[in-house]
């Protein structure tokens, strides 16, 4: 909870390009509970990236994607995880993906 409050709102471009791959790695963990623990963060990571996305297009200019589209992409592999109770929390934290760009995040469902 305290990375997650931390987070929310502080993130500029670069540092979202450099936390969410070692957040992806906390997925990959065999222990359930660091998997657990770490979603509330994506969640936060997603405010960063609404930020980012709507200062972007504020501005008329294009938002690049990459790495919100890495993190769709990673948190999807997990999805079908074994633990269905992880499965749904993952689901949970797409929710607020769907707030920062919905078409980008649809696609990545469609496609993932």
């Known amino acids: 909870m305290f ?10 471009e670069e540092s979202v390009r450099s936390i969410y791959p070692e957040l992806l790695k906390r997925m990959d963990d065999s222990n359930n509970q660091v998997r657990f623990a770490i979603l509330p963060a994506f969640q936060s990571l997603f405010i960063a990236f609404k930020a980012q996305h709507d200062e972007r297009v504020g501005l008329g200019h294009g938002w690049d994607t990459m790495a919100f589209s890495m993190v769709l992409k990673g948190l999807l592999l997990h999805m079908d995880d074994q633990d269905a109770d992880l499965g749904t929390a993952i689901a949970e934290t797409m929710q607020q993906a769907l707030l920062v760009d919905k078409q980008c995040t649809l696609e990545e469902i469609q496609t993932g």
């Open 3 to 12: 990375v997650s409050l931390s987070l929310q709102g502080k993130l500029d």
